[in-house]
C-alpha cells in the first residue's frame, strides 16, 4: 500500500505547466460515460425513504429535498439529448423502487412504461443504458416496515427485480442489483448519516446479510429471465494506508477497515461466500457477478476507527484526497479476486467552481484517473464518471457540484462544462492526448489540505 511520497508525480511540460500525458494513451476499447441514481436526479416522488428523512430538519445540511433535485423525471427527453450531442456511448441510469412498486407487491405499470420510453430514447441515440436496481432509497413501505434489517425485503428485492426486468428486458440487458452495500449500511446504520439514522452494529450485520442475500436472488432471477444478462453489484472500494506505515497500530485498523468496509462483502456478493459475521451463505461457493462495478473516489488514512486525510494531499471540494493510483490498486485487487472483467461504475469529485468558472480542477481529475486506467494492466472496460448533471448529493443537499453538466435548480437550466467536453474530446480521438489535456486541464490544480 503507498504513502503520499510514492504516488506518481505529473511530469512539467514545455511550457511549464504540470502535465500527466507526454504521449497519445489510446483508449483501446475503453468506453466512457457518466453514472446517476434515481432518487438524486428525478425528483418528484414523496413515497421514498429519503423523502421523509429529508423532510426532518437536520438530516441534510443545506434543508433540499430529494422532491426537486433535477426535475429529471419531467426532463429526460432534455437530459438523453445532451447526452447524444455530446457523444457519450454508454451511460448508467438508476431505477426509483417507489414509483414501480409503490404498495407492497402492486405494481405501476405506468411508471414501467415511462422508464421504458426513457430508456428505450436512450438507445435509440446510440447510448447503451446499465440499470441500477437499488441506489440507497427504499419504498416507505418497506422503510417503515424495518427496511433491510427485516428478511422480507429479500423477498421484496427479488419481486421487484424480477417485475422491473421483465419489463425492460427489451431494452436493456445489463444491470447493477445494489449499490454500494457497505455505504449504504454503515450511513444507515453505523452513522447516523442516512434513513433511519440508526446506531446498531447488530442490525449492521442483518442489513448486509439480507443485501447480499437479496444480491444473489436478483442475480439469479435476471439470468432466468434474461441469459445473456450482464449482472454485478457497484462495489465501494477505498484505499486504506496507514498514516504512518511505521506504526503497527495503523497497519492493524489498516487491514481491519479495508476487510470489515469492503474484502469480506467481495466474497459475500461476488462469490456467494459469507465472512462468519454474515452467518451462513445461502448459495454454493461460485460466481455471481459477470463483470464487477467499481464505485472509487479516495484514499483514507488510517490511524485508529474514524477516517482521515493525509496532511498536504490535494483534496476535492468535500476533502476527500484525489489519488488516482488507488482506482487502479483497487481495480486490481478486485480483479485478482474475482477474475472478472471491470467496469468503473463511478469515479468523480465534488468542485464548485469559483466566480468565473463553472469548475477549478474536475479536467485535471479526469485526466489523471483516465491516465492511471489507460496505464494499467487490469482490463478495465468501461468507465461512467459520476455524475451527468449536477445532483442532490443526499445529507450534503443541493451544494456539491459532482456534474460534468451544471444545474441552475431555480430555473433547471443546465450549461455544459469543460469537462463534459473534453470527455467528447477523449472519444472522438479514441485517446487521451497531451493536446487535450493542454486544451482542458492545462493550469488547473488541486486543491490542497
Ligand atoms: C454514491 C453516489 C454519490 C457519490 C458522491 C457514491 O458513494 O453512490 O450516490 O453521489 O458517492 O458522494
Known amino acids: 500500500m503507498g504513502h503520499p511520497d510514492d504516488a506518481p508525480r505529473p511530469a512539467v511540460g514545455e511550457d511549464g505547466g504540470m502535465r500527466t500525458v507526454d504521449a497519445p494513451l489510446a483508449l483501446r476499447g475503453l468506453l466512457i460515460g457518466t453514472a446517476s441514481a434515481a432518487t438524486q436526479i428525478e425528483g418528484g416522488d414523496r413515497n421514498n425513504s429519503w423523502y421523509e428523512w429529508a423532510e426532518s430538519p437536520g438530516n441534510v445540511a443545506d434543508g433540499s429535498s430529494p422532491v426537486r433535485a433535477d426535475g429529471h423525471w419531467l426532463r429526460w427527453r432534455e437530459d438523453n439529448a445532451l447526452m447524444a450531442e455530446l457523444g457519450y456511448p454508454i451511460a448508467r441510469i438508476g431505477l426509483e423502487w417507489s414509483r414501480i412498486e409503490p404498495r407492497p407487491g402492486e405494481f405501476d405499470h405506468a411508471a414501467l412504461d415511462r422508464y421504458r420510453e426513457e430508456l428505450g430514447d436512450l438507445v435509440d441515440r446510440g447510448i447503451r443504458p446499465l440499470v441500477t436496481l437499488h441506489h440507497f432509497s427504499n419504498p416507505l413501505w418497506l422503510q417503515h416496515a424495518g427496511q433491510w434489517t427485516n428478511l422480507g425485503a429479500v423477498g421484496a428485492f427479488e419481486r421487484y427485480t424480477r417485475v422491473a426486468v421483465g419489463a425492460l428486458r427489451d431494452i436493456v440487458d445489463e444491470w447493477v442489483t445494489i449499490n454500494e452495500p457497505n455505504v449504504y449500511a454503515t450511513q444507515a446504520h453505523l452513522f447516523r448519516e442516512a434513513p433511519p439514522g440508526n446506531v446498531s452494529v447488530r442490525d449492521l450485520r442483518f442489513v448486509l446479510r439480507h443485501m447480499a442475500m437479496g444480491h444473489l436472488r436478483a442475480y439469479e432471477a435476471i439470468h432466468e429471465l434474461q441469459p445473456e444478462a450482464t449482472v454485478t453489484i457497484a462495489h465501494h472500494l477505498r484505499e486504506f494506508a496507514p498514516r504512518n506505515p511505521r506504526n503497527p497500530v495503523h497497519r492493524l485498523f489498516t487491514r481491519f477497515d479495508s476487510w470489515a468496509f469492503q474484502d469480506m462483502l467481495t466474497d459475500a456478493f461476488g462469490r456467494g461466500v459469507f465472512p462468519w459475521v454474515l452467518g451462513r ?46 482506482l ?5 485487487r478486485l480483479h485478482a479476486h474475482l477474475g472478472v472483467p471491470m467496469w468503473i461504475t463511478e469515479n468523480g469529485t465534488a468542485d464548485n467552481g469559483d466566480d468565473e468558472r463553472l469548475e477549478r480542477f474536475r479536467p485535471r481529475f479526469l485526466v489523471d484517473h483516465l491516465a492511471a486506467i489507460l496505464r494499467s494492466k487490469v482490463p478495465i472496460e468501461r468507465y461512467y464518471h459520476w455524475c451527468f448533471v449536477d445532483n442532490w448529493e443526499w445529507s450534503e443537499g443541493e451544494v456539491p457540484r459532482f456534474g460534468v453538466v451544471h444545474n441552475d435548480y431555480e430555473t433547471q437550466r443546465r450549461t455544459v462544462k469543460p469537462s463534459a467536453r473534453m470527455l467528447s474530446e477523449i472519444i472522438r480521438a479514441g485517446a487521451l492526448t497531451p493536446e487535450i489535456e493542454d486544451r482542458y486541464a492545462a493550469g488547473l490544480e488541486y486543491p490542497t489540505r
Not at 287 to 306: E, F, K, Q
Not at 328 to 332: K, P, Q
Open 281 to 326: 451463505s445461502p448459495v454454493p461457493a461460485g460466481r455471481y457477478v459477470d463483470v464487477i462495478g467499481l464505485n472509487y473516489y479516495s484514499r483514507t488514512a488510517v490511524s485508529g476507527p474514524a477516517d482521515g486525510v493525509f496532511p498536504g494531499v490535494p483534496v476535492t471540494d468535500l476533502g476527500w484526497e484525489v489519488y488516482p493510483q488507488g
Open 328 to 332: 487502479v490498486d483497487c481495480a486490481a
